[in-house]
């Protein structure tokens, strides 16, 4: 998050990039946000540990219920749904990064991660329709993950890094 916030979300903005640098991080594994919401938001005696909660998730439509939804019920029975401010995708970053006009870079990625996969690339991403080509690169992604011994999607984001620069940019809502 934080290389993606300085080279493509922030980069125009030092003030919100500093503001940015003063946050707190926590990547969760998983997708229960519910518990550390209520450690963070949860008041106690008129007083809450954060001041603000961003939650990024996945919208995930194969899994049951709504994260986004049971969240912010959550936050509003508490009275701080002004302070929790959950973003969702479509599916998956991986997903998203793509349709954001990534292709090339993610291709350059994956093949720097998968190098004798180029012809299976060329299967089962270039040669589908242009609007299946996020949902082929996720797959051809997590089943290359399953098949190393890895579950669910695939890590892209660490070796992405290095090509972060060059990643267009997603449409961000983060409030200020």
């Known amino acids: 998050m934080p290389v993606i916030a300085r080279h ?9 990039l500093q503001r940015f640098r003063g946050a707190v991080v926590v990547a969760i594994d998983g997708v229960d ?49 002004d302070r929790l401010n959950v973003l969702t995708n ?8 793509f349709s954001a006009g990534n292709g090339a870079l993610l291709c350059e990625v994956f093949l720097a991660l998968h190098p004798l996969s180029q012809p299976r690339w060329v299967a089962e991403v270039d040669r589908v329709a242009v609007e299946a080509r996020p949902a082929a690169f996720v797959q051809l992604g997590t089943r290359l993950a399953l098949k190393s011994g890895c579950a669910g999607a695939p ?6 890094c290095p090509s972060i620069p060059s990643i267009r940019p997603l449409t961000p809502s983060i409030p200020h």
């Open 33 to 81: 946000f519910a518990p550390y919401v209520h450690i963070l938001l949860h008041p106690c005696e008129g007083a809450t540990i954060a001041d603000r909660v961003v939650v990024v998730t996945d919208t995930d439509p194969h899994s049951p219920g709504n994260r986004k939804a049971d969240l912010d019920a959550h936050a509003t029975d508490w009275g701080v749904a």
């Open 155 to 160: 890590p892209f984001a660490g070796p992405a």
């Open 90 to 97: 479509v599916v998956t970053l991986e997903h998203e990064l």
């Open 8 to 16: 493509c979300v922030l980069n125009a903005d030092p003030h919100a």
